[in-house]
């Protein structure tokens, strides 16, 4: 079974700052689907970026990339110029069977 | 694009009642929903996974028969929680993928749910 591991369970950072948030995890696949997702104190999962394993190039959503290293099974969120906005709790996931990891809390500091 | 409605966003209820929740897709078809509980503070759990027009499955654990979900079109999941007791309150989140998303999940805002 996919297990999903993120070993920070509380970061912060200065406002206009990077953060790099870790997530790592297991499998047996060679073609699978990584996503993080981040979910405000509104409680609504909101998508921030996603990879297709096959894809050796980083994704990058705006002020958001990430660091994939398939044989590591590592799979970092970069966040930039970090904003207020941004605090929330971030949570890794591994598709098809969507296996969450245990979230990040993130606090951006004014 | 990609949006997911859950209705209603809370509910409260008497112990032995039945609560049934709504999830919506409101502008691409959903070829799977998914339902989620999140205890406070922890991550989501997946409860199951229903394709439109099949039987859901299950995740090991959860109660089938307490748990009762209904997939009946590409655009609407319902999950009932059937005779609820007051260890069912909790969080329901539903999400939904569909054919041009590939595997991306589109999550609902939850429903709140408070057994009495």
């Known amino acids: 079974a996919q297990t999903v591991t993120q070993s920070q369970p509380e970061m912060s950072v200065q406002e206009a700052e990077t953060v790099t948030l870790s997530c790592t995890y297991d499998t047996s696949e060679s073609d699978y689907y990584l996503f993080w997702y981040k979910q405000p104190p509104s409680r609504q999962m909101i998508l921030v970026i996603r990879?297709?394993?096959?894809?050796?190039q980083n994704a990058t959503e705006n002020r958001f990339s990430v660091n994939f290293q398939k044989a590591a099974k590592s799979f970092s969120l970069k966040i930039s110029d970090s904003q207020l906005g941004d605090a929330a709790m971030y949570f890794c996931?591994?598709?098809?069977?969507?296996?969450f990891g245990p979230g990040t809390r993130l606090s951006v500091l004014p | 694009g990609a949006v997911v409605s859950q209705h209603p966003s809370w509910v409260i209820c008497k112990s032995g009642t039945s609560v049934k929740i709504e999830c919506r897709s409101l502008d691409f078809q959903a070829t799977t929903m998914f339902w989620y509980r999140q205890f406070p503070k922890q991550s989501l759990m997946l409860m199951a996974t229903?394709?439109?027009?099949?039987?859901?499955?299950?995740e090991q654990g959860v109660e089938k028969d307490k748990f009762l979900i209904n997939h009946a079109s590409l655009t609407l999941s319902t999950l009932t929680v059937t005779s609820a007791h007051p260890e069912d309150s909790s969080f329901y989140i539903c999400?939904?993928?569909?054919?041009?998303?590939?595997?991306?999940?589109?999550f609902g805002p939850g429903t709140r749910l408070t057994v009495l």
């Open positions: 990879q297709e394993a096959y894809k050796q």
């Open positions: 999400s939904a993928s569909g054919r041009s998303g590939g595997d991306t999940q589109y």
């Open positions: 996931a591994y598709g098809q069977n969507f296996v």
């Open positions: 229903s394709n439109e027009g099949s039987k859901a499955t299950y």
